[in-house]
């Protein structure tokens, strides 16, 4: 059974760095752009970062650019998110997604959750001030 595995949450104090990963098992993702999305309690889930299918361009939410950095290793089927100078604002629930109905897609990438149709359990992020 396929399944995306998300890591690397915890507590950090503002100002700190985590490191997210996103495994994949059960499927090669290694084809598909990937996302990630957090979702704050009582707040709409919302787009974080994305990434085309051969790394090659990325695309990220203005309170995020400077601070976060996606990546992917392909041979590891696992996508990253460097996190850097954490806010409290960034506390979240953490979710890795993948656009499997647009194979090796290159174009404009996506924001909206909906356009992501497979997801991770998603992993817990909180910076304390």
């Known amino acids: 059974q396929a399944q995306l595995v998300e890591s690397g949450g915890g507590l950090v104090q503002d100002g700190g760095s985590l490191r997210l990963s996103c495994v994949a098992s059960?499927?090669?993702?290694?084809?598909?752009?990937m996302g990630w999305f957090r979702q704050a309690p009582g707040k709409e889930r919302e787009f974080v970062a994305a990434?085309?299918?051969?790394?090659?361009?990325?695309y990220y939410r203005d309170s995020v650019k400077g601070r976060f950095t996606i990546s992917r290793d392909n041979a590891k089927n696992a996508v990253y998110l460097q996190m850097n100078s954490l806010k409290p604002e960034d506390t979240a629930v953490y979710y890795c997604?993948?656009?499997?109905?647009?194979?090796?897609?290159?174009?404009?990438?996506?924001?909206?959750?909906?356009?992501?149709?497979?997801w991770g359990q998603g992993t817990q992020v909180t910076v304390s001030s």
């Open positions: 059960g499927r090669t993702f290694s084809r598909y752009a």
């Open positions: 990434i085309t299918w051969s790394g090659g361009r990325t």
């Open positions: 997604a993948a656009d499997t109905r647009r194979l090796y897609y290159s174009g404009l990438l996506k924001t909206n959750k909906w356009e992501y149709d497979f």
